[in-house]
């Protein structure tokens, strides 16, 4: 919890009671005081400029998924293009992934102004060199380094609106900062499909003018937050579980290639295996892990972070086939394509705000998360049994786009504010942090595994049962990320607890990652 100063707001006691009836991000938003020295900047200006960062993170995560066909001709990729790739799309959430947390705990121990606008510009620099690649595997290390900075930039802005607004006012703030992250991401594939009508390098420059600006006005204005005296974060947890989803990925992208008994793939998933293995030794054994174990005697964090991980999973499969099919299959431009799944973004706000909330205050989390998943579900199950080779956009494809924006819609900002309302005010920062990464995780196995299942089909009706594979796929994980909702964020008479703090200076700041809607 934070240190108390003259100027600080007393802070309230968080209740963990996961059957709590009043909306769990207000809870949050209203428990996360913290000191700040202010400069010439207003609570208005602070937000718009830290939304402008979180925008620039939230937009890179869905942008490039348009893009990848015409990166793949532009580099003159062959056989292997989609399995190469996608470590555009997964070396981006890998290591956003691994280092949200690192990062975050870091950036506690300094200044947070200097945090965010550090991971501003190390994001802008490497957009600048990401659309000058001229090169796959530059490309892939330049969104390696992209990543860094988003995992900078998105802790760091939160921790700035709630030290600029007072309690009564956070509620409010965390809304919106919630919001315009969640409306980047959903249109990032019509804001990509506009672009690549260009080129596709423009899904990258378009970040440098708007990061400039956030930089040039955020350096001038943005108000002083003192850091706070906590441990280390640990680094080699974060190197652990880099490597074991890494090895994941690559065993699952590459196994339908070099051959599932191959020993390459062996070899990798075995790597995998051992990595991970070796990261939840880690985690039970050190002192100071990357991961608070106490957080998993929380059942709302146990659930929500169950749930995050394969919806994610669900969501990045289900965007990533989507604009495959349409571009490789159907064969429509990007922007067409963008344009396609458009009315899934805007089922994305309609639900989040106006049905979620209700729902969730008179039946609990777990009801709503497992009926959105549900409702996703079925939109996936949709596109498997209406799916043809001739192009037929409503009878086919909007259908399955509707239903999977009303389930992100529902579950998302759902799953993430009950994940993070669970935690008391010292565990805010690593607690809501971890469901992002897991987020990311999910993300970065649901690409693998569609690409494991999609193969390389050699025929137009090949590529049709590959992608109702696929799509059956997408909606067992969505399913099933439904029925875990249901049995772990149910209602429960007992309360959960957290165990005190090891470092009673921890600060009570949360890291809420952006509603990526329709997204992850």
Not at 151 to 157: D, Q
């Amino acid at each position: 919890m934070c240190v108390p100063s003259k100027n600080s707001v007393p802070e309230p006691r968080v209740s963990c009671d996961p059957c709590r009836r009043k909306d769990p991000l207000k809870a949050l938003s209203q428990s996360a005081p913290t000191s700040v020295s202010r400069r010439d900047a207003s609570q208005r200006l602070v937000l718009v400029i830290v939304c402008a960062g979180v925008v620039l993170a939230s937009l890179d995560l869905f942008i490039v998924n348009v893009a990848l066909p015409q990166m793949g001709r532009d580099f003159h990729l062959r056989g292997g293009a989609l399995a190469d790739l996608s470590w555009v799309l997964n070396g981006y959430a890998i290591v956003y992934a691994a280092l949200l947390v690192l990062f975050g705990r870091l950036a506690e121990r300094y200044r947070r102004e200097r945090g965010f606008l550090l991971g501003v510009a190390v994001f802008v620099a490497a957009s600048a060199a990401c659309g000058a690649a001229s090169s796959l595997p530059l490309l892939v290390a330049f969104r390696v380094v992209q990543a860094a900075g988003a995992a900078l930039l998105t802790p760091t802005s939160l921790g700035l609106i709630l030290a600029s607004f007072p309690p009564e006012r956070r509620h409010g703030a965390v809304r919106a900062w919630t919001a315009v992250g969640g409306l980047a991401a959903a249109l990032g594939p019509v804001v990509g499909g506009l672009l690549v009508a260009a080129s596709w390098r423009w899904v990258f420059f378009v970040n440098v003018p708007v990061g400039l600006i956030a930089l040039a006005v955020g350096w001038r204005r943005l108000p002083y937050v003192a850091g706070q005296r906590v441990l280390r974060p640990d680094a080699l947890g974060a190197l652990l579980v880099t490597c074991g989803i890494g090895a994941l990925s690559l065993g699952l992208v590459n196994g339908g290639s070099w051959g599932w008994t191959n020993g390459r793939t062996i070899g990798t998933l075995a790597l995998a295996v051992t990595a991970l293995g070796l990261f939840a030794v880690h985690l039970a054994r050190d002192h100071n892990p990357l991961i608070d174990r106490a957080l998993f005697r929380l059942r709302p964090f146990t659930g929500a972070s169950a749930v995050a991980v394969l919806f994610s999973a669900a969501f990045g499969a289900m965007l990533l086939s989507r604009v495959l099919w349409a571009q490789e299959i159907w064969h429509w431009s990007p922007l067409v394509t963008g344009l396609s799944i458009a009315p899934g973004p805007l089922m994305v706000p309609v639900f989040s705000f106006l049905v979620a909330g209700r729902l969730t205050a008179r039946f609990g989390p777990g009801p709503v998360i497992a009926a959105g998943s549900t409702i996703f579900a079925a939109g996936a199950a949709w596109w498997a049994l209406a799916i043809g080779l001739p192009p037929d956009y409503i009878g086919e494809m909007l259908g399955g786009i509707v239903l999977t924006g009303v389930g992100v819609g529902l579950t998302l900002p759902t799953l993430m504010a009950t994940g993070a309302a669970s935690l008391p005010p010292h565990a805010f920062a690593t607690g809501s942090a971890v469901v992002n990464m897991l987020r990311q995780v999910g993300l970065a196995v649901g690409v693998a595994a569609l690409i494991a299942v999609l193969g390389t089909p050699r025929s137009p009706l090949a590529a049709l049962v590959a992608y109702r594979h696929a799509t059956w796929m997408i909606a067992a994980i969505a399913f099933i990320g439904g029925l875990a909702g249901l049995a772990l964020l149910v209602r429960r008479r007992e309360d959960a607890r957290i165990a005190p703090a090891a470092d009673p200076s921890a600060p009570a700041v949360a890291i809420v990652g952006p509603s990526q809607g329709p997204g992850a």
